[in-house]
């Protein structure tokens, strides 16, 4: 059984899903990564944005990747622009691509539908991925068996564990987010809390994925529930893309090619 994690950013599986990760290759499973992007607008300072900074970024999710039990080899990048993910039909035959030289069984990806993650880079990843798990399964090598998603607001699958220490351990490896993660210690701990306590047994923490159902119609969160996940979303700290308004160098080939990204989807100078 082969899986692969999908991600938007390099930074984004650490905070999702290190325990599982780390307890699938541990037992001998083989493990994948897919990151779309490698965070290239993920600092506020220009001068650091694109290709210095996708440098960066790549080698952390690489050594948190380690920490993970996964070996650099394993670890892949999509090539897509940070903050530019859509759900296109480039992206959908790109992601075919991807999966067609990795043959995974099992796929995670950030939650689209239920999501306390408003950052369009994550719900265009997880749209893309249900897209070819639920049409375009005639276009894979290897038949998709199952579609988990992470930063789900409807889970319904829980990863029990009761040590926040190893997901710190992998997710400072990001050290130029910094910025960001010196929050980790409050979110992190109140996220993964273990809420159900009744249901799951004794542990302090737990991961909540979402199993997607192939059949049948797929649940929409409706005007009430998108609200206050908007809310939420909202408020969190970690709704980016703020930095993406503070734009790179424009004369850098980096900075030309975010040009015609931002003209192409309509983006406001
Ligand atoms: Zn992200």
């Known amino acids: 059984m082969k899986y692969l994690f999908v991600c938007a950013h390099p930074d984004d599986l650490e905070f999702s899903c290190g325990n599982l990760l780390y307890y699938l290759t541990q037992h001998g499973k083989e493990v994948a990564i897919l990151s779309l992007s490698r965070g290239e607008f993920g600092i506020f300072e220009p001068i650091w944005k694109g290709p210095r900074l996708a440098k960066i970024r790549s080698q952390e999710l690489k050594r948190a990747s380690k920490i993970n039990g996964i070996e650099k080899k394993h670890v892949h990048f999509g090539g897509i622009i940070d903050g530019f993910i859509r759900f296109t039909k480039e992206n959908v035959n790109l992601v075919i691509t991807w999966i067609n030289k990795l043959n995974p069984d099992i796929i995670f ?87 159900k306590k009744q249901k799951l047994g004794n542990w302090k923490m737990v991961e909540i994925y979402r199993r997607v159902s192939f059949y049948g119609k797929q649940p929409k969160a409706n005007t009430i529930v998108r609200g206050i996940l908007g809310l939420i979303s909202q408020l969190n700290i970690i709704n980016p893309p703020d930095s993406h308004f503070i734009l790179p160098d424009m004369k850098t080939e980096f900075g030309q090619k975010v040009k015609k990204l931002r003209a192409r989807y309509k983006f406001k100078d």
């Open 109 to 195: 990806a950030p939650e689209p539908y239920f999501t306390y993650y408003w950052h369009e880079d994550h719900i265009s990843t997880g749209k893309i991925l249900y897209y070819i798990s639920t049409k375009l399964q005639n276009r894979l090598n290897n038949k998709i068996r199952s579609l988990y998603y992470y930063t789900t607001a409807k889970g319904n699958f829980s990863w029990p564990f009761n040590s926040a220490e190893h997901s710190f351990k992998a997710l400072y490896e990001h050290k130029s987010q910094m910025w960001l993660l010196k929050w980790a210690k409050l979110f992190y701990p109140l996220e993964k809390h273990n809420f």
